[in-house]
Structures are given as structure tokens and as C-alpha cells.
């Protein structure tokens, strides 16, 4: 999720969660070097960020963005 939100990861592993992902209370997708299979089709990233967005957004963790 860092990969795809493009933020360093602190890679901080915890009940197999990084410390941000679990800050956020959003799914950790991992940490590796390489990329996940399902992040070359552009239309499944697009779906994943809107949703981690409006997540986001709704939690109130976004700063600037109304709730």
C-alpha cells in the first residue's frame, strides 16, 4: 500500500502490517521489492487508490480534505 500510496514504507512489521498501514487502519499489501502481479493492470490500481482515498477521507486522516 506504501508502494501504491508512494510513500516511503518504514517497514516497521507488525501482525503483518507496517506501523503506517496500521496507523491508517488500511490494508498492507507488503513490502517487498517487487511489484504484485495485479499492480501492472492500471485499472485495478486506479480502483484500489479511490478506495483507500474515500477510506481515508471518511476517517477523517486526510488533512484538507472535508469528511
Do not use: F
Amino acid at each position: 500500500t506504501c508502494r501504491l500510496r508512494r510513500k516511503k514504507c518504514d517497514e516497521q512489521r507488525e501482525d503483518n502490517s507496517c506501523s503506517t498501514c496500521k496507523r491508517l487502519r488500511i490494508d498492507c499489501l507488503g513490502w517487498g521489492t517487487r511489484r504484485p502481479e495485479w499492480m501492472r493492470d492500471k485499472k485495478a490500481v486506479e480502483d484500489y487508490k479511490a478506495s483507500i482515498k474515500s477510506q481515508l477521507t471518511h476517517a477523517g486522516l486526510i488533512r484538507g480534505q472535508p469528511k
